[in-house]
């Protein structure tokens, strides 16, 4: 007995995949959603407090995906800042920063600058991070240009400063 041959629809099949990859990410992000949502108003309000967010903004990054944050990464990148020394000598920095790229809106354009290549060039036009890593920027500048012989490590980024 042979198998019936099954027509090939790649467009079909693109379009079936893409659906399904959004089913699934919508389902991920309510079930974990739904676990956030069975705690308490208290416990809820505890927990904002603990990460000192607003239990407003919690229950906000609590509806973001794992990587919204992704970006950030790319962008100390791009202007030379080490995320591992941020981390190490300003972790409250480095969430912060995390916390307004979850949030940020002009994700696509932050891509398309990835993808072209201007990010460090334009990042100030959208980025709600602009402020504070055009500081880490000047801060690993200014401590480059001090760095001598007896320097010590700066706090913000592990760059070299004259204490």
């Given at each position: 007995m042979t198998q019936?041959?099954?027509a090939q629809y790649p467009t079909l099949d693109t379009v079936r995949n893409a659906v399904s990859r959004w089913v699934n990410s919508y389902r991920e992000r309510t079930n974990q959603f739904a676990r956030?949502?069975?705690c308490s108003p208290d416990d809820v309000?505890?927990?904002a407090k603990?990460?000192?967010l607003s239990t407003a903004d919690l229950r906000a990054l609590s509806r973001k995906s794992p990587d919204s944050a992704a970006n950030l990464q790319r962008m100390l990148a791009a202007l030379h800042v080490d995320p591992a020394a941020l981390a190490q000598h300003n972790p409250l920095v480095l969430r912060d920063?995390?916390?307004l790229c979850v949030m940020c809106a002009d994700k696509q354009r932050c891509e398309h600058e990835f993808d072209?290549?201007?990010a460090a060039e334009h990042f100030h036009e959208y980025c709600p991070n602009a402020y504070t890593?055009?500081?880490l920027v000047q801060q690993d500048a200014k401590s480059e240009s001090a760095s001598e012989?007896?320097?010590e490590s700066t706090p913000a980024t592990g760059a070299k400063a004259q204490w």
């Open positions: 019936p041959v099954q956030f949502g069975q309000d505890a927990i603990d990460l000192a920063l995390q916390r072209t290549g201007t890593l055009d500081a012989p007896g320097s």
